[in-house]
């Protein structure tokens, strides 16, 4: 619902800032004075095209907000949660348009596309006007308000998320089809591949192991070689350190006297003649443990070479074959009787086929049922609007045989006729402006207790119609705006006199400049309203006593 509206420097309202509540809310004021300023600027803020020429005369630029209330709107609420512009119970849209033409919109403080503020605003209101019906004549409105009517809330986006997924299979399968024979080729390559790789079956780190391995193989006969060697300095030659060493330290034992400052120098030689000793055994067990198995290194080199040989093939370095080896498997199971094949995609096919038709089934269903009681519903209302001759027509055109569609069987289309005798023809080609209007309340008021737009917008639905069914206009409205939110412009005493809130709309010159303002009425100024909507400028007491008992009469009216 909404329930604020800011307007600065938009045509020639400076500065307008309106709190709304529910129920019927009417704008009415002289010719000229700016009542379309409320419904133009809230045409703006959900999306509609600007120009420089919104913008006040003097002013940079325009700034229009509009505030709702989304607590009980669903629609609108999951719309925000999915783009991640939530902000508890409130919607704030908001649309900046420069004097140079320019606007941007933004969404509870966030810039967005304009797109974006025509998405989230045709689920929180719905603008009527003779010059601009921005849902009503769209097929996709229609279709709308006859599953809402039809309580199809669920089953229509079922059935549209069963047509995706028929979609979106039925084009892989058309690709795989035309790409049969690549997909072949692919095939057989694929097979031929992970079957080389199943052979190779290289373990992970298995590379890394096989190069070191190989590094001490290749040099077997050298390591045993220095190995040797040492071995002989160590312990075994003749003049081997480790004899060297005990030679040194019988010198020094042998002293005549003990000397303090050497017996540091003792205890390291004598852990040098330890260490010599054991470093000369541990070569002497690696001699002889040492295996030098040239097998072993072929073997090696030979696995090696599979492995580097296998990288070279795939342009790969050979730690990457692994993951490779995984990645052409699945490939491989996914084409090779898997998901991706020809016949699994059309068993695929077949079955959410199947899906789609029964739920597409049971909606239709629903439809036809709600078409001809939707149309004696609002045949109903028309009369009461004084256009008794007008024939209004849901059309549903199914097709069950056809290619499954998003929506279901039905193309579904609002066909009215205005004369008695002529065929009815569609919604757009036929209405005028003021009958356009009117059928549009009809519509309205029948799909109310159905309907997810909460707030209704009527730009004087009252043209070319007085006496009684002026006062049914107000009846109308007033019970929609009873059920929701309803905003009317009105130039006609029986409607505004019905009204929950009334909005007077006035401009005034200062300093050679026109301002437009806009103020809430109270009781005694609404009776005053409806006087001069009633006589014009010069108000009898009669003129005020009719209008006192119409404004009683409107404030106990119910429908």
């Not at 403080?109 to 003779?130: A, F, K, V």
């Not at 198995?293 to 692994?322: F, G, T, W």
């Not at 001809?372 to 209004?392: H, N, R, W």
């Not at 045989?401 to 279901?408: K, N, Q, S, T």
Request: aromatic share 4%; hydrophobic share 40%; glycine share 6%.
């Amino acid at each position: 619902m909404l329930t604020q509206l800011t307007v600065s420097n938009y045509a020639i309202a400076e500065r307008v800032e309106l709190q709304f509540n529910g129920g019927m809310t009417a704008l009415t004021g002289e010719t000229g004075a700016g009542k379309s300023i409320v419904l133009d600027a809230l045409g703006l803020v959900m999306g509609g095209r600007a120009d420089a020429g919104a913008v006040r005369h003097g002013a940079k630029r325009a700034d229009i907000t509009a505030i709702f209330d989304v607590t009980n709107i669903s629609e609108a609420t999951t719309w925000l949660i999915q783009n991640d512009l939530d902000d508890d119970a409130h919607c704030i849209l908001r649309r900046v348009i420069s004097k140079d033409g320019r606007s941007r919109a933004y969404i509870n403080g966030q810039p967005c596309p304009l797109g974006h503020l025509r998405e989230l605003g045709s689920t929180l209101m719905d603008i009527h006007s003779q010059h601009q019906h921005q849902s009503l004549l769209q097929k996709d409105t229609h279709r709308k308000l006859l599953d809402e009517f039809a309580g199809a809330q669920a089953l229509a986006p079922a059935v549209k998320a069963a047509w995706k997924a028929w979609h979106k299979t039925r084009n892989r399968l058309t690709e795989r089809q035309h790409n049969a024979d690549e997909a072949e080729a692919r095939l057989q390559l694929l097979r031929y591949q992970v079957e080389e790789l199943d052979r190779l079956a290289l373990e992970a780190n298995e590379q890394t192991q096989l190069e070191e391995e190989q590094a001490q193989l290749s040099h077997a006969d050298d390591v045993l070689q220095r190995s040797q060697q040492a071995a002989l300095l160590c312990t075994e030659d003749d003049t081997n350190a480790a004899q060297m060493v005990r030679q040194a330290l019988n010198q020094l034992e042998q002293m005549p006297v003990e000397v303090a400052a050497l017996s540091e120098t003792l205890q390291m030689l004598n852990e040098a003649y330890i260490q010599l000793t054991e470093a000369g055994d541990n070569l002497r067990h690696f001699i002889e443990d040492y295996d030098a198995d040239p097998q072993r290194l072929a073997s090696v080199e030979e696995r090696l070479s599979a492995i580097y040989q296998m990288a070279r093939k795939h342009r790969i370095q050979p730690e990457e074959l692994p993951e490779l080896h995984q990645r052409l498997s699945e490939e491989l199971a996914s084409l090779d009787q898997g998901e991706g094949s020809i016949e699994k995609l059309e068993e695929e096919l077949a079955e959410q086929l199947s899906a789609y038709r029964e739920l597409a089934g049971e909606l239709s269903g629903l439809r036809q049922h709600a078409a001809g009681e939707l149309d004696q519903k609002i045949a109903a209302e028309l009369t009461q609007l004084s256009m008794p001759a007008v024939q209004f027509i849901t059309h549903l055109n199914t097709q069950t045989d056809a290619e499954p569609l998003p929506h279901g069987y039905e193309d579904i289309e609002f066909l009215v006729s205005t004369n008695a005798g002529q065929p009815a023809r569609p919604l757009a080609k036929v209405a005028s402006g003021g009958e356009l209007s009117r059928l549009s309340l009809a519509i309205e008021v029948v799909v109310a207790q159905t309907s997810t737009t909460p707030t209704l917008v009527f730009d004087e639905v009252d043209v070319g119609i007085g006496g009684g069914t002026a006062e049914v206009v107000g009846r109308l409205l007033r019970a929609l705006g009873s059920g929701g939110q309803v905003l009317c412009v009105t130039h006609l005493p029986q409607v505004a006199a019905q009204c929950h809130q009334h909005l007077f709309v006035s401009k005034f010159t200062e300093k050679d400049a026109t301002f437009s303002k806009i103020e809430p009425l109270d009781d005694n100024g609404r009776v005053t309203e409806v006087a001069r909507m009633l006589g014009g400028v010069d108000m009898t007491e009669q003129t005020i006593a009719h209008a006192q008992e119409m404004f009683s009469k409107g404030q106990a009216t119910h429908h």
